[in-house]
């Protein structure tokens, strides 16, 4: 099993950038198909983006298409959530997720990532 703590979090004018860490312990971090959700307040958690096992493949929802960047650093047991052109709508808590088996087309849907981050806030100002 996999322990996830995001970091990275915090208040950034509308355009600026940010980039949250997914800090991995526990079994091998490679191992592990890997996902990022937001909650903004008063809605439902959403997909982000996603990454497989190693790196070759990466998607993303396409409201952050072209903005956000995700990758991973497996040596270092580390995702990555790279975020420019940030807007007053990114604001939201963001969840990085993993599991061990790659959830192919369903990478969207939340029930397929058995491993949790508490999330870290990320607030964007107008």
């Known amino acids: 099993q996999v322990q996830l703590v995001e970091s990275g979090g915090g208040l950034v004018q509308a355009g600026g950038s940010l980039r949250l860490s997914c800090a991995a312990s526990?079994?091998?971090?490679?191992?592990?198909?890997v996902g990022w959700f937001r909650q903004a307040p008063g809605k439902e958690r959403e997909f982000v983006a996603a990454?497989?096992?190693?790196?070759?493949?990466?998607v993303y929802a396409d409201s952050v298409k072209g903005r956000f960047t995700i990758s991973r650093d497996n040596a270092k047991n580390t995702g990555y959530l790279q975020m420019n052109s940030l807007k007053p709508e990114d604001t939201a808590v963001y969840y990085c997720?993993?599991?061990?088996?790659?959830?192919?087309?369903?990478?969207?849907?939340?029930?397929?990532?058995?491993?949790w981050g508490q999330g870290t806030q990320v607030t964007v100002s107008s």
């Open positions: 526990g079994r091998t971090f490679s191992s592990y198909f």
């Open positions: 997720a993993a599991d061990l088996v790659n959830p192919g087309y369903r990478y969207y849907t939340e029930s397929k990532y058995d491993y």
């Open positions: 990454i497989t096992m190693r790196g070759g493949i990466t």
